[in-house]
């Protein structure tokens, strides 16, 4: 039912009682750069309202991946794929399917944090402009909805017409945890958000993910270890495009099934 | 992973002194100071050069009155100003070196030059007579002299020598430039408008014979009749006007001794440069500065002001920004955005830089063939048919020569366009699309908002490149002498078919094409400084414009 990606995301009760254990398949899903292959046959079922790290060491392809969950590997030439990426049951290369309106249901966030050149204001309400909303009474209300569910709104309520550019980078990365979220979409993919972040900033992040978790379906690919232990439910592990081991976080650090898995969490290998 | 071996204890930290230098390049960043040092040596004595020539121009120099002993031996008095000392071999076998002094001496009426050349060694005697008087002319330059009386329509006669006299004189030329403004206003705007009238009714004429329309023939003849009597009455006032201008008469005489009359209304100023102060000659300055500015060429350009020309410039480089930037903008976000980039792409890319080695007056033959002559002359036959075969568009003029420039400086806007575009970070580029906006949205809102201080770069050159091109103007509408300014205050107020001056054109027009180049040189200079001038002005508003807008989206650097 190709029809069920323009539908807006249901918003029933807290919690975890619509969940869906399959909200986003992956399925056999191999990824070529021109001749170079990124990713090998991935299997892995990301349920809803969950956090799911990747981790991995670099070029291992897990940013990759993370890129294919809203189709924006698209936007480079000479890139295909084999197998299949179904989201809530419906594949992302249906014919059917607009990648705009995918993209409006798949907020990203960007490991260098990349607000626009405009106002805090604008920066938030970029995706309701876009898809044609220009109603100021309700932009406002998304704003300020958005901004407190980034916990951002009481550091920039008296300076929300300003640049961007003038907040701290901690500030501007939950700017752009805002920019994401304020079209509801239904789920948040995140590049290693915490990259270009001192320790306090990161912390702040995590506490908003662990937040933003009861609404949205939370994919992350870190670097840090210690970042997919403390917020992640479930993780996986990929090498050379490969995706080594998958399962839950605590299970997955405390006793790993592969040894490549077990040496790349014990800090052996990086 | 090994350790790299452990560094010898004695091993010397710093390379011996001798080679430190080498080592740290530091020869090299003398040769590039030096290379920079050279450059701005160049630019700075040639600014310096325009500057002290262009000012002085104004400056009211000293009058010299020199006895001079001609080859017989008889001794000849001339007065003037020195312009320029030399050195000159003699053509003896001695060869010794004499010097001698360009002379400006005026008075073109009388010698035929107002220059010549004085032997140093010929000077017998030199003084600066304080009673000398500099008079500018409406004709042949101007003139220097003593006064002797000042002879009034009435029949009076005042001395020079009474205290009033020069009050008196520089009240008659105020009275005569008052009436000259009016003749003016009668001239070219009243009765002008009068012939535009008879253009139009000769035009419906025509027509009503060709229609064979004899009641309208009787009323346009009528018309014209009514017209005819308009224009007599101006005519004659322009005339009393005229004959009131020659009314006072100033009785002179020259250094030499010849005595001269001149009818007031023909002088525009007299100073006193020998008695004036330094405060006096300042207001001086300013007063021949501003009119320099403000006022309209006299005597072959090669007197009064410049006005039309900044004007044409100043106008025609406006449109041509106003044409050039959205082409070049949209051309290069297809080729840098849209544009599938593969060999194809590369070669428009290459053949746009190469556009800008074309040398311009290339430009100028094709703005000639394309838009004078099949633009132009296509528009002339669908909407002016009735006044041909005068040109209307078919000839040159503002506009055809605004599109030929911007032609020659797409490819400045097309590259910095480009290069504006690139430099927009690629993550601020995949967040706008990640949020779920089109290309075009992205392109619109974020990655142009971004790139405009590096689009505004680019339209600060072009306009550079523009305002300074004079060779291919010279096919497409530039003239010596334009009748009137491309905007004015008569219906439709945009002329854009109108002829125009340029400052560069007036440069080379002065320079090179003048009947005296020796009195048009300062006013070469003069004009290339304030074409130097009103091009750093337009850049300095765009720079201003930019540094706003970089403010506003503080992102990408240029």
């Not at chain 1, 299997?43 to 294919?68: F, Q, V």
């Not at chain 2, 201008?245 to 250094?255: F, G, I, P, Q, T």
């Not at chain 2, 770069?457 to 010596?480: D, F, I, Q, S």
């Amino acid at each position: 039912m190709p029809s069920a990606l323009s539908e807006p995301p249901s918003s029933t009760a807290d919690g975890h009682v619509a969940a869906n254990p399959r909200m986003i398949e992956v399925d056999h899903f191999s990824f070529f750069y021109g001749e170079k292959k990124a990713l090998f046959d991935i299997c892995m079922d990301i349920p809803e309202r969950e956090i799911t790290a990747l981790i991995g060491p670099s070029g291992c392809g897990k940013s990759t991946l993370l890129r294919n969950l809203n189709r924006l590997n698209d936007l480079i030439d000479g890139v295909s794929h084999e197998g299949d990426i179904r989201l809530d049951g419906t594949s992302l290369y249906d014919p059917a399917v607009e990648v705009i309106s995918l993209r409006k249901r798949v907020g990203m966030v960007f490991q260098k944090y990349n607000p626009f050149p405009k106002s805090i204001y604008e920066n938030v309400v970029f995706s309701l402009r876009v898809a044609g909303r220009n109603k100021r009474s309700e932009l406002d209300e998304v704003a300020e909805r958005t901004l407190r569910s980034a916990a951002l709104w009481d550091e920039v309520k008296d300076r929300l017409h300003t640049s961007a550019y003038g907040l701290s980078g901690g500030q501007q990365q939950r700017l752009c945890i805002a920019r994401a979220i304020a079209n509801r979409p239904q789920i948040l993919l995140m590049d290693e958000p915490c990259a270009a972040l001192d320790p306090i900033a990161t912390l702040k992040i995590e506490e908003l993910m662990l937040q933003l978790k009861r609404e949205f379906t939370i994919v992350i690919v870190t670097h840090n270890m210690q970042q997919a232990r403390r917020c992640s439910d479930r993780t996986g592990f990929m090498y050379m495009g490969k995706l080594v081991e998958y399962a839950e976080t605590m299970e997955m650090f405390q006793k790993p099934k592969d040894k490549q898995t077990e040496r790349y969490i014990s800090g052996k290998f990086s | 992973m090994t350790d790299p071996a452990p560094t010898p204890a004695n091993a010397p930290v710093v390379p011996a002194k001798g080679r430190a230098h080498s080592l740290l390049g530091e020869p090299k960043v003398w040769f590039c100071a030096m290379g920079l040092t050279l450059g701005l040596l160049m630019v700075i004595g040639l600014l310096s050069l325009i500057i002290v020539e262009g000012v002085s121009v104004f400056w009211p120099r000293q009058v010299l009155e020199l006895d001079v002993k001609d080859a017989s031996g008889k001794i000849q008095t001339v007065a003037g100003e020195i312009r320029k000392e030399q050195a000159k071999r003699d053509v003896s076998p001695d060869a010794t070196i004499h010097h001698e002094w360009l002379f400006f001496t005026g008075n073109k009426d009388v010698t035929g030059s107002a220059f010549r050349f004085v032997d140093a060694q010929a000077i017998a005697d030199q003084r600066m007579p304080k009673d000398i008087i500099v008079a500018e002319r409406m004709e042949y330059g101007d003139s220097i002299f003593y006064p002797v009386s000042l002879k009034l329509a009435d029949g009076t006669e005042i001395a020079a020598s009474e205290g009033s006299f020069l009050a008196k004189l520089r009240a008659k030329i105020a009275e005569g430039n008052a009436r000259r403004d009016q003749i003016h206003t009668i001239e070219a705007d009243q009765i002008g408008e009068i012939n535009d009238r008879v253009r139009k009714l000769e035009i419906e004429r025509r027509k009503a014979i060709t229609d064979d329309d004899t009641k309208l023939l009787a009323e346009l003849d009528a018309a014209r009749a009514d017209v005819q009597k308009e224009y007599e009455t101006l005519a004659a006032k322009a005339g009393e006007l005229r004959k009131q201008m020659s009314a006072d008469v100033l009785n002179y005489r020259l250094a030499d001794g010849t005595a001269r009359q001149q009818a007031v209304g023909d002088l525009l100023r007299v100073e006193h440069p020998n008695a004036m102060s330094w405060w006096e000659k300042f207001g001086v300055f300013l007063h021949n500065g501003w009119d320099f500015l403000t006022g309209a060429p006299r005597e072959a350009n090669t007197e009064g002001g410049i006005f039309p020309a900044i004007f044409g410039t100043f106008v025609m480089t406006l449109l041509m920004s106003v044409i050039v930037t959205p082409l070049g903008v949209i051309a290069a976000i297809y080729l840098r955005e849209y544009a599938r980039q593969g060999l194809l792409v590369q070669m428009v890319r290459i053949s746009v830089n190469n556009l800008a080695g074309v040398p311009s007056i290339v430009f100028g033959v094709f703005g000639l063939g394309f838009f004078v002559y099949s633009v132009g002359g296509s528009l002339d036959r669908w909407f002016f048919s009735d006044v041909l075969p005068t040109p209307t568009f078919g000839t040159g003029g503002i506009l055809w020569a605004s599109l030929t420039l911007a032609l020659l400086a797409l490819p400045v806007v097309i590259v910095a366009t480009e290069e504006a575009l690139v430099a927009v970070p690629r993550g601020v580029r995949e967040a706008a699309m990640a949020c779920g906006a089109s290309k075009w949205q992205s392109i619109q809102r974020i990655v142009l908002p971004s790139a405009l201080p590096g689009i505004l770069t680019g339209v600060v050159l072009a306009m550079a490149r523009g305002a300074g091109e004079v060779a291919p103007l010279m096919l497409v509408g530039v003239v010596k002498l334009a009748p009137s300014l491309p905007l004015d205050f008569t219906a439709p107020f945009i002329h854009a078919e109108r002829k125009f001056m340029h400052l560069g054109f007036h440069i080379y027009d002065l320079g090179f094409q003048s009947p005296d180049s020796e009195a048009a040189k300062p006013m070469v200079f003069a004009t290339t400084l304030l074409l130097i001038l009103l091009v750093v002005a337009m850049n300095v508003a765009a720079i201003s414009l930019r540094n706003h807008l970089r403010k506003k989206y503080a992102v990408s650097t240029f």
